[in-house]
């Protein structure tokens, strides 16, 4: 196959002038170039964050994906704080059982997969445990649902709590205010909706949060978000050897956006995933959620019956569309299409001819007891560490 269309949430089908700005000049990353280049990025990035009051913030850029920032995050902010991580799927997971290795004061609300938190479970819960941080994921890419930045915003001002949010899948898809959700810290990468390659990511921070951050013990020496702060700061540097390649294709792919502007961007990617919902609605398929709690990079999708999902990604591959398998609880249930990237109007129109011919085969050996997942009711579970606080599993 000499071209894959990456209907994935990440990697993307990048731009040609990304393609090309990977391999743009040998420099040395301890030269004024890469200063340039790095300080080029961070106004960037600020810009696709819509920053209103630009000086107020930094943003530091970590060679790694997206976990390398979360990793960040969760190591350098919490101290001997309390931690409180705020969970409905995958990610949510993952930013749980990352925080549980650099912080004993980790507590977890959860709730079910594919369902919004639930906010007055967590506003009783900050009444009976005092939390200095909250950590979030904004887009919960597991499932596709966008979670409210305005609420746990509101929730975290009324407590003081630090707001720590994984923005990896919603960056360059949804608009983020920082300023307006009281975020202190936000991550994302390169290779999600920003539509670069992968192995770059990065933390925004207010100036004075990161500031902070020097009183805490470093509890990794790579990933310490105060050396990256302290780094830009003082010399416009990494602090260590930065994947200076990706660096070019992570700046050109930020200028692509911004050409177009950020709102357009955001427009553009939700059209498509219109486009891509009502062509698989034709085609009789459900999705996981309702279309106003979706994000507008990815649609989760229930396998029919007669298919399985390994088959139905072995016969697009065939015609080389990639889209991803269900993850978690999910996983053989449903499948995931993404829609940013490089993806035309006829490339989406072509995964949707295929994909027909595809379901309307029905030659497979599909075992059908494959069971819906809906109405499945879960906790809120609370943890703090190995002990279970509550348990309401109501199923
Ligand atoms: C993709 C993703 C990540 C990071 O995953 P990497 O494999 O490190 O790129 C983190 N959080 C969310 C919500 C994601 O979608």
């Not at 650099?102 to 005092?130: C, K, R, V, Y």
């Not at 959700?181 to 920003?194: D, M, V």
């Not at 192995?199 to 004075?208: A, D, E, P, Q």
Request: proline fraction near 3%.
């Amino acid at each position: 196959m000499d071209k894959y269309l990456l209907f994935t949430p990440g990697p993307v089908n990048v731009a040609e002038n990304v393609r090309s700005a990977i391999g743009k000049k040998d420099i040395c990353h301890r030269e004024v170039e890469f200063e340039k280049l790095l300080l080029s990025i961070e106004g960037k990035v600020l810009s696709l964050f819509e920053i209103r009051q630009k000086s107020r913030y930094r943003a530091v850029v970590v060679s790694g994906s997206g976990t390398a920032a979360n990793e960040a995050m969760l190591s350098s902010v919490v101290g001997d704080k309390n931690i409180l991580v705020l969970s409905n799927g995958e990610f949510g997971e993952r930013l749980h059982a990352t925080s549980k290795i650099h912080n004993s004061n980790t507590f977890l609300l959860e709730f079910p997969w594919g369902e919004s938190m639930d906010m007055e479970a967590i506003d009783t819960f900050l009444q009976q445990q005092p939390i200095d941080v909250i950590a979030m994921a904004h887009h919960e890419t597991s499932s596709g649902i966008l979670n409210s930045l305005a609420d746990v915003g509101a929730l975290s001002k009324a407590n003081g709590a630090v707001l720590v949010v994984d923005c990896v899948s919603s960056a360059g898809a949804e608009t983020i205010d920082m300023e307006k959700n009281n975020i202190a810290f936000c991550s994302s990468s390169s290779s999600k909706a920003i539509g670069s390659y992968a192995g770059l990511s990065f933390v925004i921070g207010k100036r004075t949060e990161f500031e902070k951050l020097k009183s805490n013990p470093a509890k990794s020496a790579y990933l310490n978000l105060h050396k990256f702060y302290d780094s830009i700061n003082r010399h416009s540097q990494t602090p260590n050897t930065p994947a200076v390649p990706l660096f070019y294709a992570l700046e050109q792919a930020l200028e692509n956006i911004l050409d177009e502007g950020v709102s357009y961007r955001h427009a553009k990617i939700r059209r498509k995933a219109e486009l891509l919902r009502q062509g698989m609605s034709k085609l009789g398929l459900e999705f996981l959620l309702e279309s106003q709690v979706m994000c507008s990079m990815l649609t989760t999708v229930f396998v029919p019956p007669h298919i399985t999902v390994a088959s139905l990604r072995q016969k697009l591959r065939e015609h080389g569309i990639i889209i991803y398998e269900g993850k978690g609880r999910f996983s053989g249930k449903a499948f995931q299409v993404g829609n940013i990237g490089e993806l035309t109007d006829i490339d989406i129109q072509f995964f949707l001819t295929i994909l027909q011919d595809i379901l309307s085969q029905k030659t497979s050996t599909a075992p059908s007891n494959v069971t819906p997942i809906f109405g499945r009711t879960l906790c809120p579970v609370v943890h703090n560490d190995n002990e279970v606080l509550v348990t309401e599993d109501s199923r």
